[in-house]
């Protein structure tokens, strides 16, 4: 760990943007860091802290989180731990932490999906690695068919109950599962607070229902993946670079996804983001964030500078009918 010592700008509120959860008394920037990528023990710890440092800077309280994020699984939760306790010690009460439990995590048929003996566990587990009493978020990451519903939300709630999480949410969930959680939680007397659904111009299942659901029901939003995991930004403009995650093939985004017609939309999307004065990624944010649907959208980035860039979206005025309009043509 370096020994600058830390001191939070004065002005890390006054420029970003705070939305209301749902119905609850829960605010979140409008966009969160989400720490799925180059915070685990094979990235480079001082890079790591720079970007958490920079984010909360910025007004970036929220950081989000997973038992399994890595790699190894577990090791963002202890990079991130350490740094907390070294840079943000006197600002716990700032942030807004959340962590998941729900995919595979550890060997046997504890180690993944639903059951109360997994979710118990797994934030017992990590609790630990962050030296945490509670976080403000535990999510249930994916939907178990093979578990009883009802025994991974009561799990959530109780939890909630024993004071080691503040909020619950759910991942990944369809809406019919979506609605039937939200439904048991309520009467379990710990609302669901928040969905965390994927959401970009290329992936846009919630709009069909699910958005509408979550406003009757007074749940928030957190999308994640705005970027299409980089697809949305400027690196792909001409192709597959070297060096990018769909190059070294460990990402869900394949060579074979990213067909000559993709990249034309892509081209024709920086575009209109050129004429507005943005990048790509500026303009793919300012889309999901024209929706007051959307509570807030995770951003991954690998240095302070993409998050920098990736900030400016919230100098930009909103996306016109017009814009708007070009868009939904090129799809």
Known sequence: MSSAIYIPSENRYSDMEYRRCGRSGLKLPAISLGLQHNFGHVDVLENSRTILRRAFDKGI???DLANNYGPPPGSTEENFGAILREDFKGHRDELI??????????????????????????LDQSLQRLGLDYVDIFYHHRPDRGTPLEETMTALSDLVKQGKALYIGISNYPTDLAAQAIRMLKELGTPCAIHQPKYSMFIRWIEEDLLDLL???GVGCVAFSPLAQGLLTDRYLHGIPEGSRAAKGYSTLTKEAITDTVIRKVQALNAIARERGQTLAQMALSWVLRDPRITSTLLGVSSPEQLDNCLGCLAHPPLTLQELNKIEDIF
């Open 61 to 63: 309280t929220h950081f």
């Open 97 to 122: 932490i959340s962590t998941k439990a729900g995919y595979t995590m550890w060997q046997g048929p504890y180690g993944n999906w639903g059951s109360r003996k997994h979710l118990f566990t797994s």
């Open 215 to 217: 406003t009757k029901e």
